[in-house]
């Protein structure tokens, strides 16, 4: 057997680890031009370092990454909305959340892939037959192989030529965000808070550190789809609407710059009810794009990757194993993309009245609640 990978981002690159680790023979293309040192931060939950303690490589991220102590959703004056405390999450799943840059994280998979990224390569179309199936390139060349995984992102060609068409969802806010290269105080660098502006209309930052010289910043608003600022603008318009956050923010406005910002609106898809056709099958962002409000959408593709190896590696064929892979999978990611774009909506509520009743419905989630839902987030069977 042999597997054309179609995509090396997060996904991508834990599938060819992951099909590495059983013995199954892969190739892997991406559409970019090489690997370059692409976007800011990322937080990997327990789930998705469970998966990477099984591939072999949680100890190399631990080492590069940052465990801070909690992680909160607080309002404006401080108060605790949610919270995240990693201590215990280690006591009970075995490890922490950890915050890192994502080009370490992508260096740090690209080291441990056998086979190198074959760059430069678009996926424009496929087609297969009863031998295997071939995917066609932008430049005019192909790859065969028996089954093609669509690892390639929220526009997956391989979903949109070959297994299904999907609809778009604009969560109505646009997000940036930075890698600061500064270093914060010890007692800033213990919490990463996510601040929600008494103002809501989608208002809402954090900082956080990832690495040494590495702050993670973020901020998101509503706005139409498609607005694009330029950084220049961009800057100034972000110090204006958090002129009023608390604390050390005000400090970590002032180091960041414009070269620093990345701009993207925050869509999803809805969710599908088919994931697979003929020998094609889809991970990741491909197959379930979810907003990022519940930090979620690494974590289901790294979870993926794991599940979809163990599939393919257990069932005598590959349509047995795409039907249980997707029967394993549909479930839990299409509750994780409903409920980040849930609160991508209570965000979005504008006033002091409604953000006020925001606050109070994220402040009455009962303990047993909180804890069930971080059950289902971080305590994923990866064995059934
Ligand atoms: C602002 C923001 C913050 C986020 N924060 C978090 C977080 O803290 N934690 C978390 O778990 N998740 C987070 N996510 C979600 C996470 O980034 C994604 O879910 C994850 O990157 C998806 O990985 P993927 O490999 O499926 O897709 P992608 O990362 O999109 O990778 C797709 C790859 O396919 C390639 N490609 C695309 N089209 C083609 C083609 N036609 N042919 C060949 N190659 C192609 C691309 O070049 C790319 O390398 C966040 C998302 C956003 C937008």
Same mark, same amino acid.
């Given at each position: 057997?042999?597997?054309?990978?179609?995509?090396?981002?997060?996904?991508?690159?834990? @599938?060819?680890?992951?099909?590495?680790?059983?013995?199954? @023979?892969?190739?892997?293309?991406?559409?970019?031009?090489?690997?370059?040192?692409?976007?800011?931060? $990322?937080?990997?939950?327990?789930?998705?370092?469970?998966?990477?303690?099984?591939?072999?490589?949680?100890?190399?991220?631990?080492?590069?990454?940052?465990?801070?102590?909690?992680?909160?959703? %607080?309002?404006?004056?401080?108060?605790?909305?949610?919270?995240?405390?990693?201590?215990?999450?280690?006591?009970?799943?075995?490890?922490?959340?950890?915050?890192?840059?994502?080009?370490?994280?992508?260096?740090?998979?690209?080291?441990?892939?056998?086979?190198?990224?074959?760059?430069?390569?678009?996926?424009?179309?496929?087609?297969?037959?009863? %031998?295997?199936?071939?995917?066609?390139?932008?430049?005019?060349?192909?790859?065969?192989?028996?089954?093609?995984?669509?690892?390639?992102?929220?526009?997956?060609?391989?979903?949109?030529?070959?297994?299904?068409?999907?609809?778009?969802?604009?969560?109505?806010?646009?997000?940036?965000?930075?890698?600061?290269?500064?270093?914060?105080?010890?007692?800033?660098?213990?919490?990463?808070?996510?601040?929600?502006?008494?103002?809501?209309?989608?208002?809402?930052?954090?900082?956080?550190?990832?690495?040494?010289?590495?702050?993670?910043?973020?901020?998101?608003?509503?706005?139409?789809?498609? @607005?694009?600022?330029?950084?220049?603008?961009?800057?100034?318009?972000?110090?204006?609407?958090?002129?009023?956050?608390?604390?050390?923010?005000?400090?970590?406005?002032?180091?960041?710059?414009?070269?620093?910002? $990345?701009?993207?609106?925050?869509?999803?898809?809805?969710?599908?009810?088919?994931?697979? %056709?003929? %020998?094609?099958?889809?991970?990741?962002?491909?197959?379930?794009?979810?907003?990022?409000?519940?930090?979620?959408?690494?974590?289901?593709?790294?979870?993926?990757?794991?599940?979809?190896?163990?599939?393919?590696?257990?069932?005598?064929?590959?349509?047995?194993?795409?039907?249980?892979?997707?029967?394993?999978?549909?479930?839990?990611?299409?509750?994780?993309?409903?409920?980040?774009?849930?609160?991508?909506?209570? @965000?979005?509520?504008?006033?002091?009245?409604?953000?006020?009743?925001?606050?109070?419905?994220?402040?009455?989630?009962?303990?047993?609640?909180?804890?069930?839902?971080?059950?289902?987030?971080?305590?994923?069977?990866?064995?059934?």
């Amino acid at each position: 057997m042999k597997v054309i990978i179609i995509g090396a981002g997060i996904g991508g690159l834990t @599938t060819a680890l992951a099909l590495q680790q059983r013995g199954i @023979t892969y190739e892997i293309y991406d559409a970019a031009q090489g690997n370059q040192p692409v976007g800011a931060g $990322i937080m990997l939950g327990a789930n998705a370092m469970r998966v990477y303690d099984r591939l072999g490589i949680a100890g190399e991220l631990k080492k590069k990454a940052v465990l801070a102590d909690n992680i909160y959703i %607080r309002n404006c004056r401080g108060e605790i909305l949610q919270e995240i405390n990693n201590a215990e999450v280690e006591r009970k799943y075995g490890t922490g959340t950890y915050g890192l840059h994502r080009a370490t994280l992508q260096g740090v998979l690209l080291e441990h892939c056998a086979q190198p990224v074959q760059y430069n390569k678009h996926c424009a179309s496929i087609n297969e037959d009863s %031998r295997g199936i071939t995917v066609h390139f932008l430049d005019g060349s192909s790859a065969q192989g028996t089954l093609v995984i669509g690892a390639d992102g929220i526009r997956s060609a391989v979903r949109e030529q070959y297994v299904t068409k999907a609809r778009y969802r604009y969560s109505g806010q646009t997000c940036w965000r930075a890698i600061i290269p500064v270093d914060l105080p010890a007692a800033e660098a213990r919490e990463a808070s996510e601040i929600w502006s008494k103002k809501g209309d989608g208002l809402r930052a954090m900082f956080t550190q990832v690495g040494p010289q590495q702050v993670y910043f973020w901020a998101t608003k509503a706005m139409p789809a498609g @607005t694009v600022m330029s950084p220049e603008k961009a800057l100034p318009y972000i110090r204006e609407q958090l002129a009023d956050y608390p604390g050390y923010m005000q400090t970590m406005l002032q180091h960041l710059r414009p070269e620093h910002l $990345i701009q993207n609106d925050l869509s999803d898809l809805e969710p599908l009810n088919i994931w697979h %056709r003929g %020998r094609a099958v889809l991970l990741g962002d491909a197959a379930h794009a979810t907003t990022p409000n519940v930090g979620q959408g690494a974590g289901l593709a790294i979870e993926d990757a794991w599940v979809l190896a163990q599939c393919l590696a257990a069932k005598e064929n590959y349509k047995k194993a795409f039907e249980t892979y997707q029967q394993r999978r549909m479930g839990r990611a299409k509750k994780i993309v409903q409920l980040s774009w849930q609160i991508a909506k209570l @965000t979005n509520w504008k006033g002091r009245f409604l953000t006020g009743l925001r606050d109070g419905l994220m402040k009455s989630m009962p303990k047993r609640m909180a804890e069930k839902q971080l059950a289902f987030f971080y305590g994923v069977n990866l064995d059934e």
